[in-house]
């Protein structure tokens, strides 16, 4: 039996839980970055989400096919690269900035491939909220902004492996996978951070919770909607993103959001709702029946 309105409920109800436990997890592992910066907030982070996604979905990877491996070992340089240049944009920028700059991945997913001047519109309406957002100046932070595209970049990437591996390995074995070769990439720098005695508790307290809210939760959670939602409506539902990392970053950081950030934050995210509508719509007359001749 076909039952989309309640895999669509689901997943929504999933997204949004997963995406505010991932941008308070992301406020938390701010906290540490005093003590042992945004790369061993990273590194903790994916040894986290290895130490619980391992055991969990306990995936043979003797058995790997290399259909199945490439595109793992592809989305665990995503995840290594993402969560690096995005801490390190937070660090640099704020968390509002940051996650709103990377959130461009996914309306760039909802934006790929279609030709229609409505999607062009959108494009340059998300180009000018961007603008809004950073106020480029003497004193901008290019290099905070520039991490922040990196990590967009990989943030798009992530959903269209995800979505790939999610019909290729079942249960969480995809995720689980990819956080162990992230966490294999992240030894050397845990190893000299150790060496060096960087690593106190309540850094690590911090550290450990990123991990648990912003890798081990939403790793899960979005390889599930996936299964059950296209790409675009997945995107669709990334616009809350950027919304709670504000209110997060303001709630535990004390990073209150100036005016243009707002209005920065709610361009880039109307103009992702408009994108998915005109996609969905597209795809809707798409799949309607021809009208009898």
Known sequence: MNRPNLDTGGALATMVAAAAGNQAGAALGARAFPDIGPVGVVAVRQFVAAAVLLPVAR???RRFTWG???????????FATMNLSLYTAVDRVGLGLAVTLEFLGPLAVALAGSRTGGD??????????VYVLVLPGPSSDFAGVGLGLLAAVCWAAYILLNRLLGARLPGLQAPAAATAVSAAMYLPVAAVMVARGGFG????GWAV???VLSSVVPYAADLIALRRVP???FGLLQSVHPVFAALAGAAILGQVPSAHVWLGIAIVVGTNVVAVA???ARAARAAAPAPAT
């Open 59 to 61: 995936p043979n990877l």
């Open 68 to 78: 199945q491996w490439w595109p793992t070992l592809l989305l665990g340089l995503v």
């Open 120 to 129: 062009l519109a959108c494009a340059v309406v998300a180009g000018a909220g």
């Open 201 to 204: 508790a309540a850094a690590i």
């Open 209 to 211: 919770g990123a991990g």
């Open 231 to 233: 790409p675009q409506f």
């Open 278 to 280: 005109l996609a969905g």
